[in-house]
């Protein structure tokens, strides 16, 4: 069974910086595209970063942009996300997921790990 | 880009529930669905409109027309209670994009 475990994730104060990870099994990690998705307390999903499988390409969302860096170890099957100058508002859950995709490229999010949570508050 | 969905949708059990997804660029992107139960991680439920997983109930089913795009249950189930997400990216596939997500509340 595809697992996917998410660590890392604990109490911070606004500028501080954390780095989560996740750890991957029972797939072929270095063939899937990797994405963080993260969700404030009581609110919906944002997505937040994808990077690529074959080329560690990286995208990001505009609120994360420039304070956020995605990678990946294929040799650990791991994810991380290292988050710099937390602001209160990216306090939320946030879970690794698995892009998978089809023959033609189109891709989805599956399947979704428990989440670990990070709060920033002062 | 944006996905507007609406915010609750109530059904009583054995009825059909709809629940809308509605963007500008759906015309020409795929959407993807995922529920989430109560303090669950999000699950995928229809991905490229219509396509199930073979694991998900037969009684969930996506159409699109145009600018929406609706998630079908038919005869809800006790179950089916959940937040349902609509997903969409742009023609890269790198800029994803959620709709705000809808409460569906069975009666």
């Known amino acids: 069974e595809v697992q996917l475990m998410e660590s890392g994730g604990r109490v911070v104060r606004p500028g501080e910086s954390l780095r989560l990870s996740c750890a991957a099994s029972?797939?072929?990690?270095?063939?899937?595209?990797m994405s963080w998705v993260r969700q404030a307390p009581g609110k919906g999903l944002e997505w937040v970063s994808t990077?690529?499988?074959?080329?560690?390409?990286?995208s990001y969302a505009d609120s994360v942009k420039g304070r956020f860096t995605i990678s990946r170890d294929n040799t650990r099957n791991s994810l991380f996300l290292q988050m710099n100058t937390l602001r209160a508002e990216d306090t939320a859950l946030y879970y690794c997921v698995r892009r998978d995709y089809d023959s033609r490229g189109y891709s989805w999010f599956d399947p979704w790990g428990q989440g670990t949570l990070v709060t920033v508050s002062s | 880009y944006e996905l507007t969905q609406p915010p609750s949708v109530s059904v009583s059990p054995g009825q059909t529930a709809r629940i809308t997804c509605s963007g500008d660029?759906?015309?020409?992107?795929?959407v993807y669905w995922y529920q989430q139960k109560l303090g669950q991680a999000p699950v995928l439920i229809i991905y490229?409109?219509?396509e199930r997983p073979s694991e998900i109930p037969e009684r969930f089913s996506g159409s699109s027309s145009g600018t929406t795009v609706t998630l079908t249950i038919s005869g809800v189930q006790a179950e089916d209670e959940a937040d349902y997400y609509c997903q969409s990216a742009d023609s890269s596939g790198s800029y994803v994009v959620f709709g705000g997500g809808t409460k569906l509340t069975v009666l």
């Open positions: 029972a797939f072929n990690f270095e063939e899937y595209d």
């Open positions: 990077i690529n499988w074959n080329d560690n390409s990286t």
């Open positions: 660029v759906l015309p020409k992107e795929f």
């Open positions: 490229k409109d219509r």
